[in-house]
């Protein structure tokens, strides 16, 4: 089956750039998603690309989508103590025909 | 714009015991998705329903899960009996159609001892 594959935990210093990787393997993904979580909080979407993309960028968020290698990466520029939480990607399609699937996420801990 | 709402927040139950999730979704929105994210994974998807249909509950353990969605508003998920393996926060999300961005409630914390 389909599957979303995330490391488990990143530590930068506040104002540097954080990097966080995914992998997936379901080659008909339409659509590649990041969500972030807060403590004792539900999901919040941050951003989206679509598969026929290589790149978008929102404010301080640049996501890079690699097709052929099925790697998704989403960069935060001047990383706050803020942004420390839990990052989710997933994958879905435009048909609705599944439901998005996750990967178990990445712990980003920005360290003042 | 309401969120999507979630009762209870928390909830404690002894193993065997029933238990019962409510989720109201965000006003016109046709689909409603309930999640179990277990701790230290991401979510999974449970059911899926569009309206009052159920568009897939393939991972939905209907054994001991069953969940509606009456009038294709409110949803409720129901564990019963519980088992100590389904502690976990239940996540329920809608979108206004079968695709397109999902917003998640804040969730319900279900622990089985």
């Known amino acids: 089956g389909e599957d979303v594959e995330q490391s488990l935990f990143l530590s930068v210093r506040e104002g540097d750039s954080s990097v966080i990787n995914c992998t997936y393997t379901?080659?008909?993904?339409?659509?590649l998603y990041w969500y972030k979580q807060e403590p004792g909080a539900g999901l919040q979407l941050l951003t989206y690309?679509?598969?026929?993309?290589d790149m978008k960028q929102d404010q301080r968020l640049t996501v890079l989508l690699n097709k052929k290698d099925k790697h998704l990466s989403l960069r935060i520029a001047d990383t706050q103590t803020g942004d420390s939480a839990i990052y989710f990607c997933?994958?879905?399609?435009?048909?609705?025909?599944?439901?998005?699937?996750f990967g178990s996420g990445t712990r980003l801990q920005v360290q003042p | 714009e309401a969120g999507v709402a979630q009762s209870p927040r928390y909830k404690i139950i002894e193993k065997r015991q029933s238990v019962a999730f409510w989720c109201n979704p965000i006003?016109?929105?046709?689909?409603l998705y309930w999640y179990q994210q277990i701790l230290g994974q991401g979510p999974k998807l449970l059911i899926q329903?569009?309206?009052?249909?159920?568009?897939?509950d393939s991972q939905l353990p209907k054994d001991r899960f069953s969940a509606e969605r009456l009038k294709g508003v409110d949803s409720t998920l129901k564990i019963q009996p519980a088992k100590l393996e389904d502690s976990a926060v239940y996540l329920c999300?809608?979108?206004?159609?079968?695709?397109?961005?999902?917003?998640f409630g804040p969730g319900t914390r279900l622990t089985v001892l």
């Open positions: 006003s016109g929105h046709a689909t």
């Open positions: 329903f569009q309206n009052n249909g159920v568009v897939d």
């Open positions: 379901d080659s008909s993904s339409t659509y």
């Open positions: 690309i679509f598969s026929n993309m």
């Open positions: 997933a994958d879905g399609m435009d048909t609705g025909r599944r439901a998005l699937t």
């Open positions: 999300a809608s979108s206004p159609g079968l695709v397109g961005e999902q917003f």
